[in-house]
């Protein structure tokens, strides 16, 4: 079992910054893939980013590429979305994801509350 609380969203303006951090319990972190996503209003909810155990293989969402990176740190049982250049479009509530899917970007067990992230034009 894990459980997981994010935290860093808030509101920033076009062009501006924002880390996302996602605070992880359970004996079993480091086995688990990690994985970020986002629901925009009135959308499904969508892959952004996820992350293997190892931290050796990453997977993003075509449109945040080069813009976003996930990290973790197994011994602080964290994951971090580091969020440049953001756009209006990035705006939704951002939710961290743990599990053990097939693909990085589906099939998650395990998920967080969510943090909202604004971004105005």
């Known amino acids: 079992q894990v459980q997981l609380v994010e935290s860093g969203g808030g509101a920033v303006q076009a062009g501006g910054s924002l880390r996302l951090s996602c605070a992880a319990s359970g004996r079993t972190f480091g086995a688990y893939a990690m994985g970020w996503f986002r629901r925009a209003p009135g959308k499904e909810r969508e892959f952004v980013a996820g992350?293997?155990?190892?931290?050796?293989?990453?997977d993003y969402k075509d449109s945040v590429k080069g813009r976003f990176t996930i990290s973790r740190d197994n011994a602080k049982t964290t994951v971090s979305l580091q969020m440049n250049s953001l756009k209006p479009e990035d705006t939704a509530v951002y939710y961290c994801a743990a599990g053990n899917p097939p693909v990085l970007v589906a099939g998650y067990n395990y998920w967080g509350q969510g943090t909202q992230v604004t971004v105005s034009s």
């Open positions: 992350i293997r155990w190892s931290g050796g293989r990453t």
